[in-house]
């Protein structure tokens, strides 16, 4: 990670107020291929480069424990319900449902609804506690 003065770019001036830029290099090993990806971020803020870091860990962290599951596992996105409040509804019934599979200890939600899947009375003493 890399994090540059915005003064020292005038192409940058576009962005009123913008301090910092930040350049985010990640490599990763998927099936025995390497790749490498950078990210660039604007920042009207002038952090470390530790700093950063954290906030674009915990982004991530959030990406890949909430809105991945919904994405993937509760296929949010592709679900057809537009209507009214529905999506915001099946959206917070989802975020609660990973919320159970958490607090009961799951690493897996695929794994914690197959479990659940026959128990609905265990599912319901948990909502009541």
Not at 12 to 17: D, F, H, P, S
Not at 32 to 41: A, I, R, T
């Amino acid at each position: 990670m890399h994090v540059y003065a915005a003064s020292d770019n005038p192409k940058l001036a576009v962005w009123e107020g913008l301090k910092t830029y930040v350049v985010v290099e990640r490599w990763r090993t998927e099936k025995g291929v390497q790749s490498q990806e950078k990210s660039l971020y604007i920042s009207d803020l002038q952090l470390s480069a530790e700093k950063y870091y954290e906030g674009t860990r915990g982004h991530w962290g959030i990406e890949n424990k909430l809105h991945y599951v919904k994405d993937v596992v509760h296929n949010e996105d592709n679900n057809g319900v537009t209507t009214k409040n529905a999506p915001l509804v099946l959206a917070i019934c989802s975020t609660i449902a990973i919320n159970i599979h958490r607090k009961e200890g799951h690493d897996s939600i695929s794994h914690g609804q197959i479990k659940f899947g026959a128990r609905v009375k265990d599912v319901l003493n948990i909502i009541r506690t």
